[in-house]
């Protein structure tokens, strides 16, 4: 029954790997037909018996872990990131096939897929990244779907699995009494000395740097309409909280300007750093690709991304004249890249901007955030395991105090395996930086086995 189950869940996924490396619903459906089929066989032939169960539960495990998608991309670990950018799909306010009466029986059916991961610290580090992003954008579909996700989680792997995840939540409900008071704050300030940030609704999100996984980018200029209402918070804030660092992450930031050059009015959504570009037009109508970089501080590589997308939007033109901005003829082909553009290359706003909405969205990801993040996350997953692995042995030596080399493998394994299943070699490494920095030793009399220092 086990090799039936595994046979078949390798056929299923092997038949749509191609498209289901990138397709994460496509993926997770695969898996949970072949499951639903096997389990109703289990059920109806085989009256739920033990011993078919454990061979069902074997079986998925098998084939979800290890198959035709994790080889294309070269590791098992494709399992738990698609996992979790399917929750975050049926999370997501955009996810149109899904009724909100639904969604708990749907969410279920991702958990009985979780329960399979061997990797789960791998499928937390991804699920915490695209929770923070639905929290920062406002895109959840609801919060009791979020908070039930989360409880669902907490009970098949404990508090410690989903503390940063509730930490996020009490950020965004603390961050709505902070704009609350932010907002009585200036109403006095206007009071007493006249409007601070008039025409201008500022919000901010504060969020603890160790619960979100984010970090701030390099070097930005604001732009000179955004200073007042920063530095106007900057103050507030810390009159009300002495002895706290704010970074910002103006990469996460955005959002809203209005075209007064078109004949319709429109509203583009955008990120800060797009605003910082379009807002320079208010000074100049041609800038060189050069000379936005001077001005706004965004790294070159990120820059070019911005600027593509603006320019296929058609929000700028490329002018190969700076004396013939109002000439609307050149205007970036679909099939460019970045490439195309150089240093000297001259922009403009198109000013014959057209669109059939009047509120339109520019914010896209950017292709290098998301490559950068996958590898990133993945890293992170690296480094932690080591900090996990290492406090697993020091708290089993502290009880021990003595331990053979295969016994305290062994122990870490079954210990840490409802998360992940460590290496031997990331073990025996953790060993020898616990013994280099004298949490253990080498038992003096038997040299396969190991003492706690206290």
Known sequence: MEDHVADKGWEAIRQVAEAALNDPKLYIDTILKVHQKHYNLVLSAF????????????????????????ELAGNQRKSPELLAKYADFLLKKSAKDIQLDDLEETLGQVMNVFRYIEDKDVFQKFYSK????????NQSVSE???????????????????????????????????NAKFSDYLQKQEEANGSTIKGTDFNIMILSSNAWP??????FSIPPELEQCHNTFLAFYQEHHTGRKLTWCYHLSRGEVVTNYTKTRYIFQVSTY???VLMLYNSSLVYTVSAIQLQTGIEEATLLQILQIL????????????????????????????????????LALYTDYKNKRVRVYLNVPLKSETKQEIEQTLGNVESDRKLIVQACIVRIMKTRKVMKHHQLISEVVTQLTPRFKPTVLLIKRCITALIEREYIKRDNNERDAYEYLA
Not at 59 to 66: D, L, P, T, V, Y
């Open 144 to 178: 009791d779907a979020e908070a039930s996700m989360i409880s669902k989680l907490k009970e098949a792997c404990g508090f410690e699995y989903t503390a940063k995840l509730q930490r996020m939540f009490q950020d965004v409900n603390a961050t709505r009494e902070l």
């Open 47 to 70: 009256a739920w018996d033990p011993a078919f169960s454990r061979a069902l539960d074997k079986g998925c495990e098998r084939f979800i872990n290890r198959n035709a998608v994790t």
């Open 130 to 137: 695209t929770l923070a992003r639905r929290l920062v954008y």
């Open 214 to 219: 984010f970090q701030a980018q390099g070097p």
């Open 274 to 276: 797009q605003m910082s």
């Open 311 to 346: 320019l296929k939007a058609k929000v700028l033109k490329i002018v190969s004249d700076p004396k013939c901005e109002i000439d609307q003829s050149t205007v970036i082909s679909d099939d460019s890249n970045e490439s195309n553009l150089s240093p000297d290359t001259h």
